[in-house]
């Protein structure tokens, strides 16, 4: 449970998500509710860890915006028991979401700057959780030695979705990623028989950029 001194500015952030219909689905909420977003972000961002805002964290990185994270993993229609992929960790908030709903099941979450891999395992030891596995690497490759997966997020900004990461999901399964250039769209899309199908589609998002080598150069 979140402390008291908190309490206010999430239940304010929640009321916000809600009427603005970024959050809509209540075990996303109580993820909200049980995964506290101000220890996963830097000292002088804590008065602000409520806002509805991506915050700086390090290595010119950003803790992801909340309206995001809810869109994101509301999409991702995650059941108790699957494997996750997340491609950008961070400061390891949306792998504490995805580890919060996916229960019995694991998130493998791939870094490519070793003080943020280190962040982001300081936060989820803190908490106690010990479902996700940080891996520090190059994340457009994916993590082949866990695939296939039922569920891949990537948390920065694609021209393409890499194929490593296509090829990584498993049947049936759901990929979400933003892809584009200064702008993008969020993009579910699911594996059927073999076949990428697109799911859904939003435009007007802007991420970091996803680097290495099938992301920008
Ligand atoms: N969701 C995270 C959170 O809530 O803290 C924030 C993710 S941040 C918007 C995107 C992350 O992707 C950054 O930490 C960045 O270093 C990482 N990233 C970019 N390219 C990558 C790559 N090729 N492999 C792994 N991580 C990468």
Request: net charge neutral; with cysteine; hydrophobic share 35%.
């Amino acid at each position: 449970m979140i402390e008291k001194k908190y309490r206010t500015a999430l239940n304010d952030l929640i009321i916000y998500l809600k009427k603005s219909r970024f959050l809509n689905d209540s075990k996303v909420e109580s993820a909200f509710q049980n995964i506290p977003r101000h220890e996963f972000v830097v000292p002088s961002e804590l008065d602000r860890a409520y806002y509805n805002e991506p915050l700086s964290i390090m290595n010119n990185q950003t803790i992801s915006q909340p309206g995001v994270v809810s869109r994101m993993t509301e999409w991702l229609d995650i059941k108790d028991g699957q494997k996750i992929l997340e491609i950008g960790t961070g400061s390891g908030w949306q792998t504490a979401i995805l580890s919060y709903l996916v229960r019995n099941g694991t998130v493998h979450s791939v870094e490519r700057h070793p003080e943020l891999a280190k962040f982001a395992r300081k936060n989820l030891e803190k908490l106690g959780i010990d479902n996700t596995h940080v891996i520090l690497g190059d994340g457009s490759l994916g993590y082949p030695e866990e695939s296939p997966y039922d569920r891949i997020i990537i948390t920065a900004a694609c021209t393409k979705i890499p194929q490593p990461l296509l090829e990584q999901l498993g049947e049936n399964g759901l990929i979400i990623a933003p892809v584009g250039d200064s702008s993008q769209s969020l993009i579910l899309l699911k594996k059927t028989s073999g076949k990428i199908v697109e799911i859904k589609n939003e435009s007007n998002y802007v991420f970091v950029p996803l680097l290495g080598k099938f992301g920008k150069k």
